[in-house]
Structure formats: structure tokens, C-alpha cells
Nanobody, 117 residues
Framework: QVQIVESGGGSVQPGGSLRLSCAASTSDFMIYAMGWYRQVPGKLRELVARITTGGQTVYGDPAKGRFTISSDNAKNTVYLQMNSLKPEDTAVYYC???????????WGQGTQVTVSS
């Protein structure tokens, strides 16, 4: 089982910044990776950024050059620093926790990010 707690969402103006945090508590598995994904109505959930416990990172195209993912493995916590936000970044952002071995992906409840004037 896993408990996933997300925080840091909110409303900002274009060009502004937000930092999302996700903390995971697991009982039955080891974590392989944690990351952030986003979804808007009518579209598929897409990768924003992911980081493994070994420090390997993957960024989705919209995040490259603007967002940075980091982690604290001792706390099972991942951070997403989002800079130069654009209106098209508006979405529900979900924390995803990938367990080692079987690779099952577990989701947080999501946090709203709104970028508008």
C-alpha cells in the first residue's frame, strides 16, 4: 500500500513560478521512481518529469528548459520547480509513484495548477 500526499498547486500569472511537492509512504514495496504527470479534460495524461532513486531524470517536451525535478530519497519526496509558466500549463498535476520490480504506477489525488492573467 502507498499513501501519496501532494502540495504546492495554485493559481499564478503567466511567467510565474510554483513548486510542487509529493511525499510517498509505502509499506509493501520499494520505490523505483517518482514523477509528475498532468491532464486536461479530453486529453491523455502526459509525463511532465520523472526521477528514479538513482537520480535519472526524464522530462516531457513541454517541461524542458522550464521545469526541474529533484528528490529526497530518504524522505521519499519529489519536488517539481516550475518556472516561466504558461497558460497551456494549466492542468491537474498528478504525482506518480513507480514501485520497483513489478513497475506498478500509483497515483496521488492530483493538485490543480492554473496559469492565467
Amino acid at each position: 500500500q502507498v499513501q501519496i500526499v501532494e502540495s504546492g498547486g495554485g493559481s499564478v500569472q503567466p511567467g510565474g513560478s510554483l513548486r510542487l511537492s509529493c511525499a510517498a509512504s509505502t509499506s509493501d514495496f520499494m520505490i523505483y521512481a517518482m514523477g509528475w504527470y498532468r491532464q486536461v479534460p479530453g486529453k491523455l495524461r502526459e509525463l511532465v518529469a520523472r526521477i528514479t532513486t538513482g537520480g535519472q531524470t526524464v522530462y516531457g517536451d513541454p517541461a524542458k528548459g522550464r521545469f526541474t525535478i529533484s528528490s529526497d530519497n530518504a524522505k521519499n519526496t519529489v519536488y517539481l520547480q516550475m518556472n516561466s509558466l504558461k497558460p497551456e500549463d494549466t492542468a491537474v498535476y498528478y504525482c506518480g509513484v513507480t514501485e520497483a520490480g513489478i513497475g506498478t504506477l500509483h497515483w496521488g489525488q492530483g493538485t490543480q495548477v492554473t496559469v492565467s492573467s
